[in-house]
C-alpha cells in the first residue's frame, strides 16, 4: 500500500512537470496584442470628398501596415474639387461613415470621430447666444453732481447690437458702489451722481466672433460655448440625431481636440455662477478685478474667477459632453490642454485623456541623423504626465497621446527620429498613440497626394510606408506591456493650481503646451527633481485629494490607484479643507513630505478671514520643523517628513529609488502585474549601458523583451545583501521591456554580447541598383566603397525617391564567435536586410544593427540591404521644377513657423547607406 501511494505521488508529480514547465512558458510570453494595443491615426477627410472605393483602399493599407484605429477629422478641402465634397453629418455623410464601420469592422479596425469638424467645436447650427464669448468693458468718470444720460453700449462696433449688459456699477473713490444695471432702459443711463468724484464700470457679454478653424463642408461657423451646459446639450442634439437617421453605428469613441478658444473669457450667467461659487459678488469688486497693478486684492479676485471658469468648463461642458457620449454607448478620448481650468479634473471626467507632442526633442543619441528643419518640442515629460496622471488617479485603463506633431518639416522625418519621442510618451504613462497623422488620398490623385500641413506624414503615399510594419509593431508590442496590468509610481504630488492661479499676470489663464514653462515653472523644477532622484510620480487634484483614503499602508486614490506617500511642494496656498484631509490621511498613517515650507495661506478673497482662522488653526496642528534639513517626525499613526532636497527627503519615506535612473540614466516606467512588475526603459542618452542596477523589489526571476525584434531571455540576475540585482546592456537609442517574476522561470538566457575582435569591414565590390525610383533609374552600379546613392554620379539621384538595393559578397570564417552583429551605421532611413538569400530584418531606428550569426556560413556569404529613402529630395525638385502639388484650401501648405513656403532651396538630403557596414565578433558574457 505504501509503494503504491510512492508509486502514485511520482507519477503524479511526473504528470505536475510539463504542466509547471508550460505555465512558466506562458508566463514570459509577449502580452496578447489586440486592435487596442496597435497605433491609432487621426484621419483627415479633405472636404469629406471621399467614396467608397477609395475608403476601402486607403483602409485596406492601413489595416496591412498594423493600424489600430482611425479618428475621422474631416477638414477643408481640395482646390477644384467642390463637387465631390460632402455636407458633415448630411445623409450622404452618414452613408459614407456607414460605410466606413462597416470596412473596419472587416480590417479589425476601431473607428473613432471628431465631434466636429476642423477644432474646435462649433458649425452652423451654433448663433451668437451659444457662441464663446467674452467680457467686455466700458468705464466713464463723473464729477459730483454731474448728470449722465448717455447709450451704455460696447465702443467695439462689431459688438453693439450683439453683446448684452451684465452689470453696470458705480465706485466712488471712497469705496462706495452703486449698483446701476436695472437703471439702464433701452441701452441708455440717465443718472445724477451723488457727492463725490465716481467711475462707472459697465460689464458687457459680448462674442469672441472666432470660427472654427479647418473646418470641412456643413462644419463652417462659431465655436462654441464651452461654458453653457445648455450651449453643448443644443450642439450635441444634431450628432443624436445624425446618428438615429442614419442608424449608423457609433465610434468607439468620440474625440475633442486641444482647446483652441481663443479670448474666451466670459459666458451668460457668469456673474451668478461666480457668487454662488465664490460667495460674493465679482461686479462689486471690479475695479480690483480690473486693476493692472497686481495687489494681493487682485491676485485673490482673480484666482476666484479662473477657479469659477474652471468649474464651468468642467460642469458644463467636460462632463456632459462624456455623459452624452455614454448614452450613445460610446466614450470620450479628450485633450484638456489648453483650457482655462484644472488640467488633472477635465482630463479624469472623460474616458481616455489625451496629451500632445509638439516638436522634436533632443536627446543627443548616438548615431541618429540631426535635421536643420525642426521644431523643438514644447512637451516634455512634465507637461505629459498631466493626462496619464488623471488617468491612473480616475482608475482609466488608457492615456491615449497625438503623436508627432511638427517634429520637422513634411517629407523629412524618418522612423529613426520619431523613435525617441515616441519613447517619451511611452515613459509618460501613454499606453494608446494616436499619430497626427494620415490623409485619406484617392488612387487616382498624383503625388504626394492630398496632404494635412502639420503632420509627421504616417500615409501610404510616404516611401517609408513600405517599412512602416516594423515600427507599429514596435508600437503594439509596448503598448502590450504598459497596458497589461496596472500603474505603480511610487508619489502623489499636489498639483499647486491656486498658486498657478494666483501668480501668473493677466487674467484668462489657459495652460497650452507651448507656454508652460512661464504658467507653471516652480512645478516643471518639482517634477524634474523628483525624476532625476530615481522616483515615479502622478500628479493628484484638489478634488482628488479629497476622495483619497489610506489603507493597507498605501493612499488610495478614487479610482484605485495607490502610492507611497504624498509630495506636497513648496505651495503658498491651499484650500482649508484640501490641507485638513491631508493632515487626516497622515493621522490614519500616511506618508506626508512637505517640501520647503508648510503651506502658508487660503486661497481666493470670499470670506477670507474665516476661512485664514481655520487655515491657522489646522497648520498650527503640524509639527513645528526647519525645513532646512530632512527630517521624519511621527504624526499620530503616519508620518511627516520636511526637507528642501528631495533626494535626501524622499529617500526618508523608505521608499528605494530606481538605479535605472540614478546610476545608468536610463528612463522607466514601472507597472504592476499578477506576478510582479515589468518596466519599460529607454535610453535616451548619449552613451551605452552595461552595468548591474539594484531593483527595488525582490525576484526570483527577470525576463528581458526587446519590442523592437520581439525577442525575448531570462537576464542573468544575482541576490546580494537581500536585494536582487540584474544586468542591464543597452545601446544609446535602445528600448527595452524588464519583466520581474516573484517565482522562477524557464526560458532561454538573454545573451549579453562582448565584442572579441576587430571588426570585420565590408568595404568592396558593392553594387547598387534601384528596386523603386521616381524617375527611374535602370542602370546597376558599381561602387569602389559603400556611399549615399544621392553621391552616384548621374543627376536623377539628386531628386529621386525609392528603394536602392546594395549588394556585394564577402568571405568570413563563423566560427570565430559566439554571434556577428551587423552594424550598418548611418542608414538613410530604413534598410531590409537579406543574407545569403534569407530574409533576417529590417532596421527603422539606430543604432542599426541586429544579430546575424546564424544566418551566416563559414566561407562565401552574399549580402543585400534594401534601403528605402526619404521623398525629400523629390518633393524639391517638384518645386524646382514648378510643378504645383500644394492644391489644398484654406491654409493649404505652410512650414514650421505657418509661413507658406517652397522647398527649392533645400540642400540635397543624402540617401542609402551614408557610412561602412561591418560585421562584429561577439561572444556571450552571460
Given amino acids: 500500500m505504501l509503494l503504491s501511494l510512492k508509486n502514485s505521488a511520482s507519477l503524479a508529480m511526473l504528470l505536475l512537470i510539463p504542466f509547471l514547465t508550460a505555465q512558466c512558458q506562458s508566463e514570459i510570453q509577449w502580452p496578447e496584442e489586440s486592435v487596442d494595443t496597435k497605433p491609432g491615426a487621426r484621419w483627415w477627410w479633405m472636404g469629406s470628398a471621399v467614396d467608397e472605393v477609395n475608403l476601402t483602399r486607403n483602409m485596406e493599407l492601413y489595416s496591412d501596415a498594423g493600424l489600430g484605429s482611425l479618428e475621422i477629422t474631416p477638414i477643408y478641402g481640395v482646390q477644384g474639387n467642390d463637387s465631390n465634397e460632402v455636407d458633415f453629418l448630411s445623409n450622404r455623410w452618414m452613408e459614407l461613415y456607414s460605410h466606413t464601420q462597416m470596412e473596419a469592422e472587416r480590417l479589425g479596425i476601431n473607428i473613432d470621430l471628431n465631434t466636429g469638424t476642423g477644432w474646435p467645436f462649433g458649425g452652423p447650427d451654433v448663433g451668437l447666444k451659444d457662441a464663446a464669448s467674452r467680457m467686455l468693458i466700458k468705464e466713464f468718470k463723473l464729477s459730483a453732481r454731474q448728470q449722465f444720460n448717455q447709450l451704455i453700449i460696447p465702443d467695439d462696433k462689431k459688438q453693439e447690437t450683439t453683446a448684452k449688459l451684465a452689470s453696470l456699477m458705480a465706485f466712488s473713490e471712497k469705496g462706495e458702489k452703486i449698483d446701476l444695471t436695472d437703471k439702464v432702459i433701452k441701452q441708455k443711463l440717465e443718472w445724477k451722481a451723488p457727492v463725490g468724484n465716481w467711475r462707472l464700470i459697465a460689464l458687457f457679454e459680448g462674442n469672441t466672433f472666432q470660427q472654427v478653424k479647418r473646418a470641412a463642408p456643413g462644419g463652417k461657423g462659431f465655436v462654441l460655448n464651452h461654458f453653457s451646459k445648455k450651449s453643448i446639450e443644443k450642439y450635441l442634439n444634431k450628432f443624436t440625431k445624425a446618428f438615429e437617421d442614419s442608424g449608423a453605428p457609433v465610434p468607439n469613441y468620440f474625440f475633442n481636440d486641444s482647446y483652441e478658444v481663443y479670448n474666451a473669457d466670459w459666458t451668460p450667467g457668469f456673474l451668478k455662477a461666480f457668487e454662488e461659487m465664490q460667495g460674493y459678488k465679482l461686479q462689486n469688486h471690479l475695479p480690483e478685478f480690473l486693476s493692472k497693478s497686481r495687489n494681493e486684492t487682485t491676485a485673490r479676485i482673480i484666482s476666484d474667477y479662473r477657479e469659477t471658469l474652471s468649474k464651468l468648463l468642467l460642469e458644463n461642458f467636460t462632463k456632459p459632453w462624456t455623459e452624452w457620449a455614454h448614452k450613445q454607448n460610446s466614450k470620450t478620448r479628450n485633450q484638456a490642454h489648453g483650457s482655462p481650468g484644472n488640467l488633472i479634473d477635465i482630463y479624469a471626467a472623460v474616458d481616455v485623456p489625451e496629451c500632445e507632442g509638439f516638436g522634436l526633442s533632443d536627446f543627443h543619441i548616438k548615431g541618429l541623423r540631426q535635421d536643420s528643419l525642426t521644431r523643438h518640442n514644447d512637451s516634455d515629460i512634465s507637461m505629459l504626465k498631466y493626462a496619464s496622471s488623471a488617468a491612473h488617479i480616475s482608475g482609466k485603463k488608457y492615456t491615449s497621446s497625438e503623436t508627432f506633431t511638427w517634429l520637422t518639416e513634411h517629407f523629412r522625418t524618418s522612423f529613426a527620429q520619431c523613435k525617441p519621442d515616441l519613447d517619451l510618451m511611452f515613459l509618460s504613462g501613454v499606453n494608446h498613440v494616436y499619430f497626427h497623422g494620415t490623409t485619406y488620398s484617392p488612387a487616382e490623385s498624383a503625388w504626394p497626394g492630398w496632404k494635412f500641413y502639420a503632420s509627421v506624414d504616417m500615409s501610404p503615399t510616404n516611401p517609408l510606408w513600405r517599412d512602416a510594419k516594423p515600427f507599429f509593431k514596435y508600437i503594439s508590442r509596448v503598448q ?126 470670499g470670506d477670507l478671514k474665516n476661512r485664514r482662522n481655520k487655515f491657522k488653526n489646522i497648520v498650527n496642528k503640524l509639527p513645528e520643523l526647519n525645513f532646512h534639513k530632512t527630517k521624519t517626525t511621527a504624526f499620530s499613526k503616519g508620518k511627516i517628513i520636511t526637507g528642501t532636497d528631495y533626494k535626501n527627503t524622499l529617500a526618508a519615506t523608505g521608499v528605494l529609488a530606481e538605479e535605472f535612473k540614478t546610476k545608468a540614466n536610463l528612463q522607466y516606467i514601472r507597472r504592476k502585474n499578477e506576478t510582479g512588475h515589468h518596466y519599460f526603459i529607454s535610453a535616451l542618452k548619449s552613451e551605452d549601458t552595461d552595468t548591474w542596477i539594484t531593483l527595488p523589489t525582490q525576484a526570483k526571476s527577470v525576463v528581458f523583451f526587446n519590442p523592437v525584434n520581439g525577442q525575448k531571455g531570462k537576464a542573468h540576475i544575482k541576490q546580494a545583501d537581500g536585494n536582487t540585482k540584474v544586468r542591464v546592456q543597452l545601446k544609446s537609442g535602445e528600448s527595452l521591456i524588464v519583466q520581474t517574476f516573484e517565482t522562477s522561470v524557464n526560458c532561454n538566457k538573454w545573451h549579453y554580447l562582448r565584442e572579441t575582435g576587430n571588426p570585420f569591414v565590408l568595404n568592396n565590390n558593392w553594387k547598387i541598383f534601384f528596386k523603386k525610383s521616381i524617375p527611374a533609374i535602370t542602370d546597376t552600379f558599381s561602387i569602389p566603397k559603400l556611399i549615399p546613392w544621392t553621391d552616384l554620379s548621374i543627376d536623377e539621384v539628386k531628386e529621386n525617391m525609392g528603394v536602392a538595393v546594395y549588394s556585394t559578397t564577402f568571405t568570413i570564417n563563423k566560427n570565430n564567435a559566439d554571434d556577428w552583429i551587423l552594424d550598418l551605421g548611418d542608414v538613410r532611413e530604413t534598410a531590409r536586410v537579406k543574407l545569403n538569400g534569407v530574409d533576417v530584418q529590417t532596421l527603422w531606428s539606430v543604432p542599426y544593427r541586429l544579430s546575424v550569426g546564424k544566418y551566416l556560413k563559414n566561407g562565401l556569404n552574399s549580402i543585400e540591404i534594401e534601403v528605402t529613402g526619404l521623398p525629400a529630395n523629390h518633393i524639391a525638385s517638384l518645386d524646382q521644377k514648378g510643378f504645383k502639388w500644394r492644391i489644398f484650401k484654406e491654409i493649404n501648405f505652410v512650414d514650421l513657423s505657418y509661413k507658406k513656403t517652397g522647398y527649392a532651396n533645400w540642400k540635397t538630403m543624402p540617401a542609402g547607406l551614408n557610412s561602412e557596414v561591418k560585421l562584429i565578433p561577439v561572444n556571450f558574457s552571460n
Avoid at 503646451?513 to 527633481?529: D, G, L, W
Fill in 480 to 605: 502590450s506591456f504598459l497596458q497589461m496590468g496596472k500603474p505603480d509610481n511610487d508619489f502623489l504630488v499636489y498639483l499647486p493650481i491656486y498658486d498657478m492661479w494666483h501668480k501668473v499676470d493677466g487674467r484668462l489663464l489657459q495652460f497650452d503646451i507651448h507656454k508652460m514653462k512661464e504658467r507653471a515653472p516652480e512645478f516643471i523644477n518639482v517634477v524634474h527633481q523628483i525624476s532625476k532622484a530615481g522616483y515615479d510620480m502622478d500628479y493628484i487634484s484638489d478634488a482628488f485629494i479629497k476622495s483619497t483614503t489610506f489603507k493597507n499602508g498605501h493612499l488610495t486614490t478614487s479610482g484605485g490607484a495607490s502610492y507611497k506617500a504624498l509630495i506636497v511642494p513648496a505651495v503658498d496656498k491651499m484650500p482649508v479643507e484640501v490641507l485638513e484631509k491631508i493632515i487626516a490621511l497622515a493621522k490614519q498613517g500616511a506618508q506626508i513630505v512637505f517640501m520647503g515650507n508648510y503651506p502658508k495661506d487660503v486661497p481666493g478673497f
